[in-house]
């Protein structure tokens, strides 16, 4: 038999009435919603001033190396420039990885250099326990809030008699569940509601884009949603309130506090990572094999030699029409950006690797289901850091080459000891990096389905529970 609307209303009702009196779930609420509109505002804020102070530098950066006086272009390659990466626009509301990737590059030859000045490394140890952001606040806090407010939503009634009562007097056990969950259904609601109104203000102000604000707020409901279930599901098996506590908290704990931060640690010990030094002792050994252009000896330089005089029609550098120096240097740029772009592959395989393992344990915590598409719709992923690198290391070799096709092309093959230089005009001409975020929904299409998908499924699960534990309420009241 399907439940009576009018019984699931007036249980509805009911249940919100309890909970308007009770003054510490109130202030419990208030206090949730007023730290959601704080850290959506005090993100927005320091986004927009963080954005505002990079784009100041790197302009900063770029006029500086714009006016360098008369030099040779090798000096160039070596004197180097900065790119600084550009916030996403819904970084405000999940910064996910950005405090801890690095922010900033120093371009320059012969190197790949990561990311510096992360704000995990600049700011003080609290970052590391957690930013006051819309995302930390909804992720951890809310869940806690509404595991208090529904913990004793079946189980207080059977501790105080009013629940034989109540199906004694013709309630179904159906209505009496549903009538509980609508009820939660709308402190879900209040819950959301700041982050709905700020994604909304944003989205028609044109400052976020529509569609990923909405795909987030859709997945931040439904995990709200998961723990409203979840709470009404041990309450309708549970006989004590406070033992429903417990467990509510012990799953609470478990779920948003470790499983999510162990599961990381796990990942990097099934599959370690080299250490920045490592990896770099690893780049010089394969360096040397390859070849060195500094030695006239060198095997493979040497057949380079012969082959650009072969091509050239000459028989020794000195006669050649282009400077043979500039030409060593592109060719070494060449060889030595495929080694290090070979090595950035096999470590973004590695994090990638480590990522897949611990989206396999979605099932264990809608936490971190959540994280991954919070994280990806919001850009503030790992991909799109490594989208960034990827973007700025083919910026650098186009800079660095086109230094070197200078030195080829505007310095004489034969100068006799003295210092030549080409006009600081050229600088002005070199290609200027600006970073083109790829389009969301195409870079990171399946994990945000997929972590949809694995939320969909925790949310239909527990709701099956408590339809099967709701059938069983008729004989545990008895």
């Known amino acids: 038999m399907s439940p009576r609307p009018t019984k699931v209303l007036r249980v509805a009702a009911e249940e919100w009435r309890a909970l308007v009196r009770n003054r510490v779930a109130m202030i419990a609420s208030l206090i949730l919603v007023a730290l959601t509109v704080t850290s959506a505002l005090l993100g927005l804020q320091q986004r927009n001033a963080t954005e505002a102070a990079r784009a100041r530098y790197q302009a900063a950066s770029d006029e500086a190396f714009d006016a360098q006086p008369d030099r040779h272009p090798h000096r160039m390659v070596h004197y180097g420039q900065f790119v600084f990466r550009p916030l996403s626009a819904l970084a405000f509301f999940d910064p996910g990885v950005d405090g801890f990737t690095g922010t900033t590059v120093f371009l320059e030859g012969h190197r790949q250099n990561s990311a510096n000045f992360s704000e995990a490394r600049q700011s003080s140890l609290l970052l590391r326990f957690g930013q006051l952001t819309p995302a930390f606040v909804l992720q951890t806090l809310a869940p806690l809030l509404i595991v208090f407010l529904a913990f004793g939503a079946v189980a207080r009634e059977r501790e105080q008699g009013t629940l034989r009562l109540l199906l004694a007097q013709g309630l179904r056990p159906a209505e009496l569940a549903a009538g509980k969950l609508l009820a939660y259904v709308g402190v879900v609601a209040l819950v959301a509601a700041p982050a709905l109104g700020v994604l909304a203000v944003a989205a028609l102000a044109g400052w976020v884009p529509p569609v990923p604000s909405a795909l987030m707020l859709s997945g931040y409901l439904v995990y709200l949603l998961i723990w409203a279930v979840a709470a009404l599901l041990v309450s309708l098996r549970v006989r004590r309130a406070q ?198 929904l195409q870079l990171a299409g399946d994990r945000i389905r997929s972590n949809l998908g694995i939320l969909l499924c925790w949310l239909v699960a527990l709701l099956a529970g408590c339809a099967w534990a709701a059938r069983r309420l008729g004989e545990v009241a008895r």
């Open 243 to 440: 033992d429903a506590l417990i467990l509510l908290v012990a799953l609470w704990m478990g779920g948003v506090i470790l499983v999510p931060r162990l599961l990381p640690e796990l990942a990097v010990a099934r599959i370690p990572t080299p250490t920045r030094i490592e990896t770099d002792v690893a780049v010089h050994r394969e360096l040397k094999q390859i070849g060195d252009s500094h030695n006239p000896d060198d095997p493979y330089f040497a057949s380079f030699k012969a082959k650009t005089l072969a091509r050239y029609g000459v028989a020794k550098v000195e006669e050649l029409p282009v400077q043979w120096a500039g030409l060593v240097g592109m060719e070494g740029e060449r060889l030595t950006s495929e080694l290090f772009d070979r090595h950035a592959r096999e470590s973004f395989a590695r994090e990638a690797e480590q990522n897949q393992l611990v989206r396999r344990f979605g099932s264990l915590s809608p936490l971190i289901a959540l994280r991954q598409l919070s994280m990806s719709l919001a850009s503030t992923d790992i991909e799109s850091h490594q989208d960034f690198l990827e973007q700025v290391e083919r910026h650098r070799y186009r800079f660095v080459q086109a230094l070197n096709h200078l030195q080829v092309t505007k310095i004489p093959n034969q100068h006799a000891g003295e210092d030549p230089r080409i006009a600081a005009e050229h600088w002005k001409t070199l290609p200027g990096f600006t970073y083109q975020a790829p389009e969301m």
